[in-house]
């Protein structure tokens, strides 16, 4: 089966640091991935989508890079702000669905 | 205007009762899905809908049935409800190959 994972749990930085969060998959690389933010008590709302042919994807302060020999994707968000406290979910195609993983919950400190 | 809607937002039932979770998309998307996440936050796939045809149906339980009357519409209809069963369900609908947009999801708590 393809999984998906995402190796930590939860993440702590300073505001103003760049957080790093890592997505690993197996099996086949998929035709794209996706990263989410899900914020308590809502659903996930779309952040950046990053094809198998791009090596990275950026809009504002975030970055999304795409590893395919590593079979990696790294979100990055720079100049953190307690505002980016949430948790941010990374998802891979798989016939016609979105399998999701675990979540890291990401908390930025002033 | 909210792109996609579902109701109720909390849902608490006894067991063995049979609920129903509607939900609405006005995006004009070819494809439906629910999601369940658990207590640890996971969030499975359980079933996705595709013109009004199920194309992925998840090793859930017989007990939950999907029912889509039209495009816009996916409904979740769940029987002799288990403890097991309380989690947030969310509904999300997309474009095949495109972001999905997720509807605010439903508590279901079983007492």
């Known amino acids: 089966s393809q999984k998906i994972e995402q190796n930590s749990e939860a993440l702590n930085i300073q505001e103003g640091k760049t957080a790093t969060l890592t997505c690993n998959y197996t099996n086949y690389s998929p035709a794209y991935l996706q990263w989410y933010r899900q914020d308590p008590g809502r659903g996930p709302v779309f952040l950046l989508l990053i094809r198998e042919n791009e090596k990275e994807k950026r809009k504002e302060r975030l970055k999304v890079t795409f590893d395919t020999t590593l079979k990696q994707s790294l979100f990055h968000i720079t100049a953190s702000q307690p505002a980016d406290s949430a948790t941010y979910l990374c998802a891979r195609d798989n016939t016609d669905k979105l399998i999701f993983g675990t979540g890291t919950r990401l908390q930025v400190f002033p | 205007d909210t792109a996609v809607s579902q109701t109720p937002k909390y849902l608490v039932t006894q067991m063995g009762n049979d609920k129903s979770i509607k939900c609405e998309q006005n995006?004009?998307?070819?494809?439906m899905y629910w999601y369940k996440q658990d207590s640890k936050k996971f969030l499975k796939i359980m079933f996705s809908y595709n013109n009004k045809e199920l194309i992925i149906n998840e090793t859930v339980p017989n007990r939950f049935s999907p029912k889509s009357p039209d495009k816009a519409h996916l409904n979740l209809h769940i029987n002799s409800l288990e403890l097991g069963d309380s989690a947030v369900y969310f509904c999300?609908?997309?474009?095949?190959?495109?972001?999905?947009?997720f509807g605010q999801g439903t508590r279901l708590t079983v007492v």
């Open positions: 999300a609908s997309s474009r095949l190959g495109d972001e999905a947009f």
């Open positions: 995006l004009g998307h070819d494809t």
